[in-house]
């Protein structure tokens, strides 16, 4: 009989990003062949957890949130995968979210809400927020190239002591900005932060400042109010790569010579980012018009129907405002509904295709190849892991 790997897992359950990467690693296992790990995890951050000398094991994979632990690991005689920014510079292979396609993500996700003033806000840099700027240059960059300004906050840890002072500084930096404005926040626990500093300093949100953050924590995204629409890192995902990595490594492969990076899955919107912010209310209505019945089949003819518009300068004013044609976010909208029920339900590809507006298969494939780079089948087994 084959010997069961034992395998330490080194996370704090207490995050909900590193519980969501444990499903990926109970995914995994389940099927592995050969049988499911023998499994140490100890529920408290692996920073805490004393004699990582004396444990007796085939490998870990490791949330890496010290240069301490770091340093401990590395001396450690075992296959380990990482995971976080802090793995650089170390002799771990490292499976991480893509920051820039989140920051990317997120600079799209607003810009097709029709904003023209864009801020994020984040965290003062430090060995454990890296994150916050690896996603914020690529969110600046995207808005800037499209010819809209930017401006970024940077707020310190909060404590029990600092927490009202920073929420007046943080009610007081959003007051200052020119309304509508979208803002992307580093994590959901910062975006929850900006939508109380919204309450503090009288702001509608979404109207006055939508607000989007990243991790897709259901939880406390559902207990924010309102409801705060989210990027979801599928970190699942993450943690089925690094267990299948790991079991590589454990088989005596070579490592990867480069970080392993998963884009994230999509955004999880909710009330806070519920706006259209266009001051063309023909323009406005015509998107919404599109984004509640794009999967319907309709076609520029029925958005010309429910607008007082020729069709001339509807598309005249759409390219102007949305950079693109109503053709092309009819389309828009129907791939993100496709991906959408890949993802999250058992429909063949055949029903996706009905249920998101395309009349023929085989032509949703083809729309779905162009825009994703992969088939429905591609993206929806890259979804799963």
């Avoid at 509807?314 to 909208?333: C, D, K, N, Q, T």
């Amino acid at each position: 009989m084959a010997k069961v790997p034992h395998v330490a897992l080194l996370m704090d359950t207490s995050i909900s990003f590193q519980r969501d990467v444990l499903h990926g690693i109970a995914q995994y296992t389940r099927g592995r062949r050969g049988g499911a790990w023998s499994i140490y995890l100890e529920q408290e951050p692996a920073e805490r957890i004393p004699n990582l000398k004396t444990w007796h094991g085939d490998g870990m994979i490791v949330a890496i949130r010290s240069r301490k632990l770091a340093a401990a690991l590395a001396e450690l005689p075992v296959p380990i995968v990482a995971m976080g920014g802090l793995a650089a510079g170390w002799p771990f292979p490292n499976v991480s979210s893509d920051s820039a396609a989140t920051g990317r993500m997120g600079a799209e996700h607003l810009l097709d809400r029709g904003f023209t003033q864009f801020a994020y806000c984040g965290l003062a840099a430090t060995v454990v927020t890296h994150y916050s700027a690896d996603r914020e240059a690529p969110f600046v960059e995207r808005v800037r190239e499209r010819g809209y300004p930017c401006v970024s906050y940077k707020a310190r840890r909060a404590t029990a002591r600092s927490w009202d002072g920073l929420q007046a500084d943080l009610a007081a930096w959003l007051g200052s900005l020119d309304k509508p404005v979208g803002v992307m926040a580093c994590n959901d626990t910062h975006a929850r932060h900006v939508l109380e500093a919204c309450r503090k300093a009288g702001l509608d949100v979404p109207d006055d400042v939508a607000v989007l953050g990243v991790d897709n924590d259901a939880l406390m995204c559902e207990l924010s109010n309102p409801p705060l629409s989210s990027i979801d890192l599928a970190a699942d995902a993450i943690g089925y790569q690094a267990a299948a990595l790991l079991d590589r490594l454990m088989a005596g492969q070579a490592a990867p010579g480069e970080p392993v990076l998963l884009a994230p899955r999509g955004v999880v919107a909710r009330h806070s980012t519920d706006v259209l912010a266009m001051e063309d209310r023909d323009v406005a209505r015509a998107v919404r018009f599109i984004r509640e019945h794009a999967w319907e089949g309709i076609g520029v003819d029925d958005v010309v129907d429910d607008v007082p518009l020729a069709r001339r300068a509807l598309e005249r004013r759409f390219r102007r405002i949305l950079g693109r044609s109503p053709h092309a976010e009819i389309r828009r909208v129907q791939i993100a509904r496709a991906k959408e029920l890949l993802a999250r339900t058992e429909l063949t590809v055949e029903r996706v295709a009905r249920q998101s507006g395309f009349q023929y298969v085989q032509y949703m494939r083809q729309v779905f190849r162009r825009e994703t780079g992969m088939t429905p089948g591609q993206f929806r087994r890259r979804s799963r892991v």
